[in-house]
């Protein structure tokens, strides 16, 4: 399994000023377009407590992939945001993940971006291995 995230270094921008520019926590869709580049699909956070918890709009989700099913960019993972923490997984992300594979983004309020892969048995609470993010 590819043990890297290939990201533009302007969307990396982008996604740590928006992070450094919220107290609460965004989140959006990693989406793999068909020439390989990344594309994010920003979502709103619904969850209850936004400034410590996040909950992808389960309608934007369900969109992404029944557009995927048509063709369109695949949903390979998601990205969030920790405003007052670091860019590592916490607890309650490893809660709520499943080991598909998917990929994790971590933005951290301080501009710190770190990638990660929901596995079973992960080096990282038991569910995540890390990343190496490249940019170009």
């Known amino acids: 399994m590819d043990m890297t995230l290939r990201i533009s270094r302007s969307l990396l921008q982008w996604l740590v000023a928006e992070a450094g520019a ?6 959006g869709l990693l989406l793999r377009a068909p020439d390989g580049g990344i594309v994010v699909l920003p979502c709103a956070n619904v969850h209850p407590m936004p ?4 909950e992808l709009d389960p309608a934007a989700l369900l969109s992404a992939h029944r557009a995927a099913r048509k063709g ?9 945001s920790h405003p007052s923490g670091d860019a590592m997984p916490s607890l309650t992300d490893a809660a709520q993940a499943t080991a598909d594979g998917a990929i994790w983004l971590i933005v951290a309020g301080n501009g710190e971006a770190r990638a990660w892969r929901a596995v079973g048995d992960g080096a990282v609470h038991g ?3 890390p990343l190496t993010i490249l940019t170009d």
């Open 22 to 27: 919220n107290k609460k926590e965004i989140c």
């Open 51 to 54: 400034a410590t918890r996040f």
């Open 72 to 80: 369109g960019d695949t949903v390979v993972g998601h990205y969030h």
């Open 127 to 129: 569910r995540f291995d």
